[in-house]
């Protein structure tokens, strides 16, 4: 059995066969007793989109509701949203201060490496969501 990432949340929106999803991401600690008195416990609200024919026809905007996604996907986003712009920030700073250019410069040209790298990535969105998607567990 593969391993999956879980989460639980609140269908937004269903339009179609697409589901919008809330999910209210905790830190470990914001579950706490003293969580508001303390600086450290933190909560985010994401939204994820689901495309699910089957979940759109049986549930309803509100309803509670588990998302998840395969390990394998999660990595694939992982290396896709930061490992691969970190390798090619590194792999262009480093050639350019090989090449003599000046720090500021260099590291200026790195940060702009990421400009067509995330122009890539908008234009294949398409593409990775075929290869990395969220489910409605049942």
Request: overall charge negative; hydrophobic content about 50%.
């Amino acid at each position: 059995m593969e391993n999956s990432v879980r989460h639980e949340g609140t269908i937004e929106s269903i339009e179609g066969r697409h589901i919008r999803v809330r999910i209210v991401q905790n830190s470990a600690c914001a579950a706490c007793k003293v969580a508001s008195r303390c600086n450290a416990s933190e909560s985010k609200i994401k939204i994820v989109d689901v495309y699910d024919e089957e979940a759109a026809k049986t549930h309803q905007v509100g309803d509670s509701v588990v998302v998840s996604t395969s390990s394998r996907s999660a990595g694939r986003a992982l290396l896709l949203g930061f490992g691969l712009p970190l390798a090619m920030m590194l792999a262009v700073l480093v050639v350019f201060l090989l090449a003599g250019v000046e720090e500021g410069t260099a590291a200026l040209g790195a940060i702009g490496i990421l400009v067509p790298y995330y122009i890539a990535i908008w234009l294949m969105r398409e593409h990775i969501a075929e290869k990395i998607s969220f489910g409605i567990d049942m």
